[in-house]
C-alpha cells in the first residue's frame, strides 16, 4: 500500500472476492400464490434446485417484499387471487419502481384474454397449471442468468 492508496490490501482482497461471487448468489424468486400448497411446493422446488425464494400470499404482501431491500429478481404470480388477481399485481409492478422485473404467471384456470393481457404486460411467460418443472426451472434460470 502507498500512500495515494484508498484501500487496503486486505480491503482490496476482500472487494476482489465480492466481484469474482457468481451473480446468483444474491438472486431470489418471489412466489406470489394465495393457495397455501402450492406456494410451499414452489418454493421446496425452487430451494431444492438451489434457487432462493420469498413468499408471498396475496398482492398486499407481494408489494411490501418488492419496496423492501429484499434482493427480488423475478416474480412467480398465480393468475386467480382474492382480493386481486395476478394481473392486478403485475399492473401495480409495472407501475411501481420495479417496472422492468421480469415476471412468470401461471393458472390452472385461463382463458386466451387472459394469456393476451397478461403478454401486454410484458411477462416472460405464461404457464398452465399443474406446472411442467423443467420448463419452469429453465425459464427462471436463464431469466437469473444461471
Known sequence: MTEHDILTDAEREALHEVMQAP????????????DPLARELLAEFLELNAIECL??????QALALLE?????????TDL???PHDGLHLIRKVRESERATLPIIIMSGD???LDAIDAMHLHV????????????LLALIRQELGM
Open 23 to 34: 451473480a446468483s448468489a444474491s438472486s431470489c424468486v418471489l412466489i406470489v400464490d394465495d
Open 124 to 135: 416472460v411467460d405464461f404457464l398452465l397449471k399443474p406446472i411442467d418443472t423443467d420448463k
Open 55 to 60: 413468499t408471498a400470499s396475496n398482492e398486499e
Open 110 to 112: 385461463a382463458n386466451v
Open 68 to 76: 423492501s431491500d429484499q434482493p427480488i429478481n423475478l416474480m412467480l
Open 80 to 82: 386467480r387471487m382474492l
